[in-house]
């Protein structure tokens, strides 16, 4: 069983910068490739961001494309969100999401096992 906590969150003005964190246990890290999604109110979890295994494969989401950088250290067992050029419209409750899988990465929801709590991220403008 992986348990996965966020952190990171907070309040940003409009065109500044978070580092959002997820710390992994319970399992072997470097197993699993990451995702990061996102709730915004009155809205739907959707996919943000996600990496590989490896971390030679990552994938985006169109509306934070050249504004987010997903990336790992297997070596302590976080994957990281790096998130620039924020917008109000990217307030919203993140959450890190995981899943045992060889190769490649996954967009969807259902493409993942497991999940952590979620972080608040909220961009005034």
């Known amino acids: 069983q992986v348990q996965l906590v966020e952190s990171g969150g907070g309040l940003v003005q409009a065109g500044g910068s978070l580092r959002l964190s997820c710390a992994a246990s319970?399992?072997?890290?470097?197993?699993?490739?990451m995702g990061w999604f996102r709730r915004a109110p009155g809205k739907e979890r959707e996919f943000a961001a996600a990496?590989?295994?490896?971390?030679?494969?990552?994938g985006n989401a169109d509306s934070v494309k050249g504004r987010f950088t997903i990336s790992r250290d297997n070596a302590k067992n976080t994957v990281y969100l790096q998130m620039n050029s924020l917008k109000p419209e990217d307030t919203a409750v993140y959450y890190c999401?995981?899943?045992?899988?060889?190769?490649?990465?996954?967009?969807?929801?259902?493409?993942?096992?497991?999940w952590g709590q979620g972080t608040q991220v909220t961009v005034s403008s």
């Open positions: 999401a995981a899943v045992a899988r060889p190769y490649g990465i996954g967009r969807r929801e259902d493409d993942y096992s497991y």
């Open positions: 319970g399992g072997t890290f470097s197993n699993y490739a």
């Open positions: 990496i590989s295994r490896s971390g030679g494969v990552t």
